[in-house]
């Protein structure tokens, strides 16, 4: 779908999330939502707060699991995806904090692999992914996933791409203060989602929009496995939709 401004495509997106969260509580049941980070889904989650705080909309029952962070990274550095996510959306909400999942920057590289299966299990145990919200990076990457990452890849430690790493200078101030790695979901993660919403803004996304969504299914652009998920939207700005 492409929206006339972000600000209309996050409130649309804002509105499919809040319906699940409903749809789940009226059958007694948790919602479980995929959560992306980076400046894409703000807007989706300062409506979430507002319908909080002005509709009754509830996260008592919902758990939500986070695509990815930076490895090494603190949980307490404002750098950090769990400091971000924290920020945006959980210090606004009723969430129960036992119910949100980041993957955990701060743990020793010996105990990473069995970190991530664990990860990977806790997903499978809340009754797997309602909805996954992502984002798309440059290099077409989804959650950290850059090009190379297989479909049935799993959630695990990775190498960033020199672009994203450019791109988040930004954040960090100075290429050498960006890690290198992180720990992110894999590509098969995603895909198990029920559903899977990816947003993009801005013309900057244009080209690597037009490429996940018209492109050949292939992992030098691991945003086009999308192309085979029975259940995705692709919500645009005009700007990012330019070249479709
Ligand atoms: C980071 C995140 C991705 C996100 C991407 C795009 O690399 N790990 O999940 O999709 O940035 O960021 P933005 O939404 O700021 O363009």
Aim: charge should be negative; include cysteine.
């Amino acid at each position: 779908s492409v929206f006339k401004s972000n600000q209309i495509g996050s409130i649309a997106v804002a509105e499919q999330i809040a319906r699940i969260i409903r749809s789940k509580a009226a059958k007694g049941q948790q919602a479980v939502l995929g959560l992306a980070t980076g400046s894409s889904p703000i807007k989706v989650y300062d409506e979430l707060i507002r319908m909080h705080r002005e509709e009754d909309l509830s996260f008592e029952h919902v758990v939500t699991f986070n695509l990815d962070e930076y490895y090494p990274m603190s949980n307490r550095s404002t750098k950090g995806y769990n400091y971000f996510m924290h920020e945006q959306l959980f210090n606004h909400v009723d969430i129960k904090p036992e119910n949100i999942h980041i993957p955990n920057g701060e743990i020793s590289i010996q105990e990473v692999h069995d970190y991530c299966a664990d990860y990977e299990r806790k997903i499978d145990e809340a009754g797997g992914l309602d909805v996954q919200l992502l984002g798309i990076g440059r290099t077409g990457h989804i959650g950290f996933n850059e090009p190379g990452s297989h479909l049935e890849s799993r959630t695990r430690l990775v190498k960033l791409a020199s672009l994203t790493i450019q791109d988040a200078v930004n954040d960090f101030g100075r290429e050498e203060l960006v890690p290198s790695r992180a720990i992110t979901m894999g590509v098969h993660s995603v895909f198990k989602a029920k559903k899977i919403i990816m947003l993009a803004w801005g013309e900057k996304k244009a080209p690597i929009v037009k490429e996940a969504v018209e492109g050949e299914v292939n992992e030098k652009v691991p945003a086009t496995f999308l192309q085979k998920h029975p259940d995705v939207e692709v919500v645009l700005d005009e700007h990012a939709a330019l070249h479709l």
